[in-house]
């Protein structure tokens, strides 16, 4: 079975910083993009940030010039290092991949079980 495990959540106080980290394991042969997600409280789950094996990013524009995707491909980890946190940060965060298991040759998409970022003013 394939997880993905999120770590790194936390309070923290507006200006702050965190830095969140999702580590994939089990038979995986492949990962395509990695990425995290947000769920502020009573509002849609929007996207925050992806990567692609390649190093391709994509940022939402809300986030931009303040937080930084990044990845180790030979540990299966993305990483989110979040500065200058805001309040309006507050939210689940989600970490989500497309990746190939073995055995498998479609690519499917996963979900880590969310963390709790919470930024007070």
């Known amino acids: 079975q394939v997880q993905l495990v999120e770590s790194g959540g936390g309070l923290v106080q507006a200006g702050g910083s965190l830095r969140l980290s999702c580590a994939a394991s089990g038979s995986i042969v492949s990962i395509n993009t990695m990425g995290w997600y947000r769920q502020p409280p009573g509002k849609q789950r929007e996207l925050v940030a992806t990567?692609?094996?390649?190093?391709?990013?994509n940022y939402a524009d809300s986030v931009k010039g303040r937080f930084t995707i990044s990845g180790d491909n030979a540990k299966n980890t993305v990483y989110l290092q979040m500065n200058s946190l805001k309040p309006e940060d507050t939210a689940v965060y989600y970490c989500?991949?497309?990746?190939?298991?073995?055995?498998?040759?479609?690519?499917?998409?996963?979900w880590g079980q969310g963390i709790q970022v919470t930024v007070s003013s």
């Open positions: 989500n991949a497309d990746l190939v298991r073995r055995g498998l040759y479609q690519v499917h998409n996963y």
């Open positions: 990567i692609t094996t390649r190093g391709s990013i």
